[in-house]
Nanobody, 125 residues
Framework: QVQLLESGGGLVQAGGSLRLSCAASGRTFGSYAMGWFRQAPGKEREFVAAISWSGGRTRYADSVKGRFTISRDNAENTVYLQMNSLKPEDTAVYYC??????????????????WGQGTQVTVSS
């Protein structure tokens, strides 16, 4: 069992930066790939980024590639999402999640076993 708790969301102007954190409980954190998803009002939840259990492989949605960076610290049981050059369309609730699936499946919400409660990110224009 893994419990996830996101933090770091808030209100930022377009062009600004935020760093989201996701703290995990449980001794098996290092066994899971971790992902970030987001859900904007009136829209489906969508994949943002994912990282392998070791941190050696990452994957990003095209919409955030070059602006967002996912990383993890297994010693601290934490995964991060550094978000730069934020745009109003990045406004959403951001969720972290844990999956035991292999990389091709990281983009699929259904493959994630554990989810956090989400943190709101609002980007003003």
């Amino acid at each position: 069992q893994v419990q996830l708790l996101e933090s770091g969301g808030g209100l930022v102007q377009a062009g600004g930066s935020l760093r989201l954190s996701c703290a995990a409980s449980g001794r098996t954190f290092g066994s899971y790939a971790m992902g970030w998803f987001r859900q904007a009002p009136g829209k489906e939840r969508e994949f943002v980024a994912a990282i392998s259990w070791s941190g050696g492989r990452t994957r990003y949605a095209d919409s955030v590639k070059g602006r967002f960076t996912i990383s993890r610290d297994n010693a601290e049981n934490t995964v991060y999402l550094q978000m730069n050059s934020l745009k109003p369309e990045d406004t959403a609730v951001y969720y972290c999640a844990a999956t035991a699936s292999r990389e091709p499946l990281w983009v699929l919400e259904s493959t994630y076993l554990y989810w956090g409660q989400g943190t709101q990110v609002t980007v003003s224009s």
